[in-house]
């Protein structure tokens, strides 16, 4: 039986499994959302070793993202496995176990222009499977002219694997990747169902992997943070391949390309029903 979970109701699964994401109101406590806004304050002023940043230093115009740090920051794998974030994406991908891939955090200081471009995220990842999510958490409440995250509803069943690219607009996350990019959503809105979701405090944006996403820049004049934490259900699979993600590799792992990537040094397993 998969896992359930009190504010995972049969709507609110459905509505995950037919658009690839859903808001949950309320999901996340008010203390572990300190813990993120405390994260991405230490964060920027000792950045870890997987960081982009468009301009350092600075409090305004400014993306900064860090990520794959549970393993060193108690107050990223604390929320990781206390915050009930695990529990709730495997309740929605009908999964029996919920393992972390790695946790990233993004920062877009006041007036911000840079957009998160259009993309999606499986082809960044050495994985496939259907049941591949993430839990995107704002420390603040945020609309989307203030850069709460957009979605292509329905697009993670379109059966696409654009091509990754480098968030801050540098052409250096791949050069050796076969496929055609993510449409330029942002230039034709029209043709798309495009639905965003404004924020308050303590709501997550759970989302599939395969689904076709993006955020403004932030318009606004508070900080915009938030964490997305990766998880991996019951179905996926080990695929390494040109434009993974390179914070574990297939030189880390001992897992074959196809299998079940039960490595629990790189990919905890958080919650099991
Ligand atoms: O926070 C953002 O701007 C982007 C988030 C995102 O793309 C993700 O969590 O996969």
């Known amino acids: 039986m998969a896992a359930t979970h009190p504010k995972v109701t049969n709507e609110i699964r459905e509505v995950f499994l037919k658009d690839g994401v859903v808001k949950i109101p309320g999901a996340i406590s008010a203390k572990w959302l300190q813990a993120i806004a405390d994260m991405a304050d230490k964060e920027l002023s000792e950045p870890g070793e997987w960081v982009t940043d468009t301009n350092p230093g600075a409090t305004e115009n400014r993306l900064f993202t860090s990520r794959y740090r549970w393993k060193t920051d108690p107050l990223v794998n604390g929320y990781v496995h206390d915050s009930g974030v695990a529990h709730m994406a495997a309740a929605l991908m009908n999964s029996n176990t919920t393992r972390l891939y790695f946790d990233h955090l993004l920062v877009k200081e006041p007036h911000t222009e840079a957009p998160t471009p259009w993309h999606q995220d499986i082809p960044y990842w050495p994985f496939l499977g259907k049941q591949i999510c993430s839990a995107w958490v704002s420390v603040s409440g945020l609309t989307v002219d203030e850069s709460s995250l957009e979605f292509v509803r329905g697009s993670h ?31 034709a809105r029209d043709e798309y169902d495009i639905v965003g979701f404004d924020v308050q405090p303590g709501d997550a944006i759970f989302f599939s992997a395969w ?19 990766r998880w991996l259900g019951d179905d996926v699979t080990w695929y390494p391949h040109p434009g993974s993600d390179p914070t574990v590799t297939d030189d880390d792992t001992s897992v074959e390309s196809g299998e079940y990537p039960g490595d629990d040094k790189h990919f905890p397993l958080v919650y099991s029903v």
């Open 211 to 229: 689904i076709l996403h993006g955020a403004p820049g932030n318009a606004g004049t508070k900080r915009r943070a938030a964490l997305s934490t």
């Open 157 to 187: 069943e379109w059966g696409s694997y654009f091509a990754p690219e480098a968030f801050d607009g540098a052409k250096n996350w791949t050069s050796d990747f076969e496929g055609e990019p993510a449409p330029d959503v942002a230039a």
